[in-house]
């Protein structure tokens, strides 16, 4: 109700009777190339205490046998069909999603298929084997280790002073060295039987492909998966404060630079995607980059007493809104420069921006879409 953007109608949309989603989009640019990209609804967000850092090993035991393919077999199997583990085949863990990752080189049918069937290994053929699990702890906790530095920690810090009443800050995906050390399969087997459900998944295809032929390989691939056991719970991020009482925070890193923020986060109500809304989020975005623009010019200033500042309204994990105004100081001078970006957002508020300001933004907004239009393909 109140939505009235129309879709691209060159996408194709459905939905499996298991619930899994996709989507397919033919694009012939670069000739003969395909993307696959699997997004599962499931991140570190969704871990129990004692699963913390299991959703990102879940990710890499992916790699390391399946129902079809054998622990140290997907690597030459990849490598045999012309792609490399890295910048063809990867994925990633985040706070919200799980995301698999294919870059076909060529759109012949056999290595779609081989593509297909890779992503429908992980949908809920993982072995999880004791052994290779066993095999796998070192080279994570080696990643976890590389991770934990002091801009980990400065995140940490900021994310639970900004968000007491979630539990994100002690959900990120590095998780616990203790737990990844000491997990057992079956800690790991529950998180992915829990969370791997086709009501939890997207595929996504785009490249030079038969969109109708396509959807026939998806629907035939992926028509027999059922999640097993209990679905897991919906994915709790927790609540911001709407009456929160202003507080301050210092975080004390000599690494890092001398930042100074002013930080509101609101919860998000959900609105119908519609042109109004979209007109509105525009001249927001016209009004932020107007602001901006002003701070990177005070920045040059020979005696500005930041090195760089800027406003921003962010959407976090679509639940919160993150409304910031931050500056980057000279040393020694965040409260002159918290000042000095504190004026400027004033005055932007009280006496509004030029005609000329305007038209700039506009003309860019302009030449982006017009970019954006040519290079549709």
Do not use: C
Request: aromatic share 6%; glycine share 6%; proline share 5%.
């Amino acid at each position: 109700s109140g939505q009235d953007v129309p879709f691209d109608p060159a996408v194709l949309l459905g939905v499996l009777p298991n619930g899994m989603r996709y989507a397919i989009r033919r694009n012939t640019t670069p000739l003969g190339s395909v993307i696959l990209r699997m997004r599962y609804d499931v991140g570190s967000i969704a871990e129990a205490e004692d699963q913390r850092g299991l959703a990102h090993f879940i990710e890499h035991m992916a790699f390391n046998g399946s129902t079809h393919i054998a622990e140290g077999e997907m690597i030459p199997l990849l490598e045999r069909n012309g792609l490399a583990f890295g910048p063809d085949t990867n994925a990633s863990t985040g706070i919200d999603e799980t995301v698999y990752k294919l870059d076909l080189p060529r759109n012949d049918a056999a290595l779609i298929d081989t593509g297909l069937m890779l992503l429908r290994e992980t949908a809920s053929e993982l072995t999880l084997s004791e052994a290779a699990v066993e095999r796998e702890r070192g080279v994570i906790a080696a990643e976890v280790r590389t991770r934990d530095n002091f801009q980990l920690r400065n995140q940490i810090d900021s994310l639970q002073f900004a968000l007491p009443d979630s539990p994100i800050a002690r959900r990120l995906p590095s998780g616990s060295a203790e737990v990844i050390r000491t997990a057992p399969v079956a800690r790991l087997r529950a998180l992915y039987d829990a969370y791997y459900r086709p009501e939890r998944a997207t595929l996504v295809v785009v490249g030079d492909v038969d969109v109708a032929a396509m959807e026939r390989k998806i629907r035939t691939r992926f028509a027999d998966w059922q999640g097993r056991g209990a679905a897991g719970s919906p994915l709790d991020f927790g609540s911001v404060a709407v009456d929160r009482p202003t507080a301050a925070d210092i975080y004390v890193q000599p690494d890092l630079p001398e930042t100074v923020a002013i930080e509101l986060l609101k919860p998000i109500i959900a609105e119908p995607d519609s042109r109004a809304r979209r007109l509105q989020r525009s001249l927001e975005g016209i009004g932020t980059s107007i602001l901006n623009r002003r701070l990177r010019t005070m920045a040059l200033a020979p005696d500005a007493r930041f090195i760089r500042a800027s406003f921003g309204i962010t959407a976090v994990f679509d639940r919160f809104l993150d409304i910031n105004l931050a500056a980057i100081a000279q040393d020694g001078q965040w409260q002159p420069a918290m000042e000095t970006v504190d004026l400027a957002y004033r005055q932007f508020l009280q006496f509004g921006v030029s005609e000329a300001e305007i038209a700039e933004q506009v003309a860019d907004i302009r030449t982006s879409l017009d970019n954006g239009v040519r290079g549709a393909e």
